[in-house]
Every structure is written in structure tokens, then in C-alpha cells.
């Protein structure tokens, strides 16, 4: 009926089932032509981690550097890497003393974690923190860039010039800064393979992402970056020689898919927290599980590490409008359900740590890829179509597309 909260998304939600259905229909077929030629995927993805990779892995435990890491995903990556006896470097724009002892806490015999102060915008800021790295961990595996802003929710022409430049600083010149330090670094390590990771994020596709110009303008060029970083790292410029280096530098995209953060619930309305963030959102938690064994069970140049597969948005889908399972985290009329026992912000934030008056929240970046899964490869792209088309229609409701700035789309990609 008009005044159903669901009606704008039940011709897609069946649509969703069809395809669902499709999908695992697919992947039976899939399964049993296992060995042929054409059951083979064609793009390396990251999107599983098998046990033998994983304790490969564990075998060689280098240290891991995590930008953003005071708060959100980045805080939880940071306490999962712990956890499996990787050390670790976080840094943030604030001090990061709080967001140690947490982790500390939550993971007493967990390997060492050490936090400093570094602006990813600033060439010398980050030299010191490679340097950080480098005193700390002796040997630095992997390096995560995960910090980014988004620069608030406003018309590109509204925007004052020194957001557009703060959000260029951040997201793009900061990424290239820290890429540029870790491969330098990497290279020094003798017999050492390195793994650099850029976070993506709304607009990496191409697709629009109203009220986020700049973010998104950041965001579409990592991909390309990591493309010519890959080519540069395995073949050279053309016309120089390819100099010869004491470790290897891999370079990768890693995408954390709809985490609720800062970035996600800020200038967010009851229509968008109950769809698509009800549906699709996950906690930093359990975006960590998933994406660090995946991010240890990487090798060679160029994988696409991501957790916001179009298995799992399938699946979530299929729960919620045709099962119709309940958000475990917004309630039917778009409140954030608080469980007993946390501590929320303001915005329905829940706080991974407690706070000292020093500590703020990181400048983590929100992303959603809905990936080309090769498992559900025939119901993948049709999937992606139906997406945009439910993300459309909830932002017609919200009010002019409110939810794209963090959402995004191309295809049904929030990491368009």
C-alpha cells in the first residue's frame, strides 16, 4: 500500500529473489563444472581465504602499518592483525594513546601495537611515520591506507576551498604520499614481499555521487593509481632501466564494503538506516574478520580484497525481502537498536573503546563494493542493476538522492 515503508523496494526485492535464486542455481552448476577451462576465474579477487593460505601466512609474521587506525574499521583491523600476532603501527591526525590501550585490553596477549601522531597530507609527517614503522616493527608485511574524509554533505558549489582541498589533501595526495613512502620502504627489505593496500570507496566506478563531488572524484582514481602502480612495480618505465631492489612491493585495492561509522550515520535519515544500511551495513567487527585473512592470503600484484561481495549482498538481500529477517542493528522505523551494555554517540555511533577527552575518532573512510563475483559471474551483473535501481528509489524517498554522497552507484555499486 502508499503507506507501506517497503513499497517503493517490493517490485525489486522479488526481482532480487529471482536473481538470488539464479545465483545459487548457477553456483550448483558452477560447482559441478569445477576443473573446466571455463570455471576458472578470469580477475584475481581476493574475496576468499583458504586455511593453507592463511597459515602460510601466520608463518612469516611481518609488521602491519594501518593510517586512519584510531577508531572504525581501521581500529578493528588493527585488533584483529593483534590478535593473529602481527604487530602493529596505527596512526591517526590525533593522538592515538587511547586507541592503543584499547586494543591492549581487548587483546592482552595479543602481539605489540604502537600508535603515533602522523597527517597523511604532509610529506614530512608521513616520512616520520614510515620511520615510525621501521623502529618498531623492524619489517613492515603490509600497509594499510585507510584514513580519508569526506568533507560534510554539501553542493559541490558550496564548498569552500579550503574542504575541496582538505578532501584532495586527504583522500588522494595523502594515499599517493604513503603508497610512494611504503614502497620505499618495502624495496629496502631484503628477501622481503610487501603488500600495500588503498582503500576505496563511493565513486571508485564512475558513478555519481551527489553532495560528495570531491570524495568521490578522490576515490575514482584510486583504481587507476594501483593499475599503473602494478604495471610500473612488474615491468618499468619505458625508456628507464628497471632498477634492481632488495625486497618486493605488491600494490592492491581493499574494500570494506557499508561499515556503520562516523561516515555512515552523520546526515543519515530513518528512510536510509532502514534501507540500504539495515540491509546491507555491517560492524566494524565483523568487516575485520572477513577482510584480514583475506588481506594475509594475498600474493603477487593487484588482487581486489573485498568484503561486500555480490554473494553476500545477495544473501542479505534474499533475507531481508524474502525471508524477511530483521536488521540486527536498525529497527522498523529507522532507529539505531542499541544493545545492552554499549556506549553510543550522538549519531547512533556505537564506540568500540571509551574515549578520553584527547582521543577522537579516526577519519576512516566508508566504502561499498558490490564486486563481480566469479561464483554468481551470470546473475552478478543483472544483481548490480537491481541494486541501483532499489538505491534510487530509496533516495527519491530520502530526498533528492540524500544517501548517494555515502552510498554511490554505478551498477548497483556504492564503490561505483
Excluded at 94 to 100: E, F, G, I, L, S
Excluded at 111 to 138: E, H, I, N, R
Excluded at 193 to 205: A, C
Excluded at 346 to 366: Q, S
Aim: aromatic share 6%.
Amino acid at each position: 500500500s502508499p503507506s507501506s515503508s517497503c513499497s517503493p523496494y517490493r517490485p525489486v526485492a522479488m526481482l532480487i529473489a529471482v536473481v538470488a535464486l539464479a545465483a545459487q542455481a548457477f553456483t550448483m552448476t558452477h560447482s559441478r563444472l569445477a576443473g573446466s577451462p571455463l570455471a576458472r576465474p578470469a580477475v584475481r579477487s581476493a574475496t576468499s581465504a583458504s586455511p593453507v593460505a592463511i597459515a602460510m601466512a601466520a608463518d612469516d609474521k611481518h609488521g602491519v602499518v594501518i593510517t586512519g587506525g584510531a577508531a572504525g574499521v581501521g581500529w578493528a583491523y588493527a585488533v584483529e592483525f593483534s590478535q593473529r600476532g602481527y604487530p602493529v603501527v596505527i596512526c591517526d591526525i590525533k593522538d592515538t594513546d587511547a586507541a592503543v590501550t584499547a586494543i591492549r585490553e581487548r587483546v592482552p596477549n595479543g602481539a605489540p601495537v604502537y600508535g603515533t601522531v602522523c597527517d597523511v597530507s604532509k610529506a614530512d609527517s608521513v616520512k616520520g611515520l614510515a620511520q615510525f614503522a621501521k623502529d618498531k616493527l623492524g619489517t613492515v608485511g603490509y600497509w594499510i591506507n585507510n584514513a580519508g574524509i569526506n568533507g560534510g554533505r554539501k553542493a559541490f558549489v558550496d564548498l569552500p576551498t579550503s574542504t575541496i582541498e582538505a578532501v584532495v589533501n586527504v583522500n588522494l595526495i595523502g594515499k599517493l604520499l604513503c603508497t610512494q613512502e611504503a614502497i620505499k620502504l618495502m624495496h629496502a627489505q631484503d628477501g622481503v614481499e610487501g603488500h600495500i593496500f588503498n582503500t576505496v570507496g563511493s565513486g571508485v566506478k564512475g558513478g555519481g555521487t551527489p553532495g560528495y563531488v570531491v570524495y568521490g572524484a578522490t576515490k575514482r582514481g584510486l583504481p587507476q593509481m594501483t593499475e599503473s602502480l602494478v604495471k610500473e612495480l612488474t615491468e618499468g618505465v619505458q625508456g628507464y632501466d628497471k632498477k634492481s631492489t632488495k625486497g618486493v612491493a605488491n600494490c592492491h585495492t581493499l574494500s570494506p564494503g557499508m561499515v556503520f561509522t562516523d561516515l555512515l550515520l552523520n546526515d543519515s535519515t530513518k528512510e536510509l538506516r532502514k534501507f540500504p544500511f539495515g540491509v546491507l551495513a555491517a560492524q566494524p567487527e565483523e568487516v575485520a574478520q572477513d577482510l584480514v585473512p583475506k588481506i594475509l592470503a594475498v600474493s603477487g600484484q593487484g588482487a581486489k580484497v573485498e568484503f561486500l561481495t555480490t554473494d553476500r549482498v545477495l544473501q542479505k538481500f534474499f533475507e531481508r525481502f524474502v525471508l524477511q529477517k530483521k536488521s540486527e542493528y536498525i529497527d522498523d522505523d529507522g532507529n539505531v537498536i542499541k544493545m545492552p551494555g554499549a556506549q553510543y554517540a550522538d549519531n547512533g555511533v556505537r564506540m568500540l573503546y571509551r574515549l578520553t577527552a584527547a582521543a577522537v575518532p579516526c577519519r576512516a573512510n566508508l566504502r561499498l563494493v558490490i564486486p563481480r563475483c566469479q561464483p554468481v559471474a551470470a546473475a552478478a551483473r543483472l544483481a548490480q542493476l537491481l541494486i541501483a535501481c532499489t538505491i534510487r528509489a530509496g533516495a527519491g524517498r530520502a530526498g533528492g538522492g540524500r544517501q548517494t554522497g555515502h552510498v554511490g552507484r554505478e551498477s548497483g555499486s556504492a564503490n561505483s
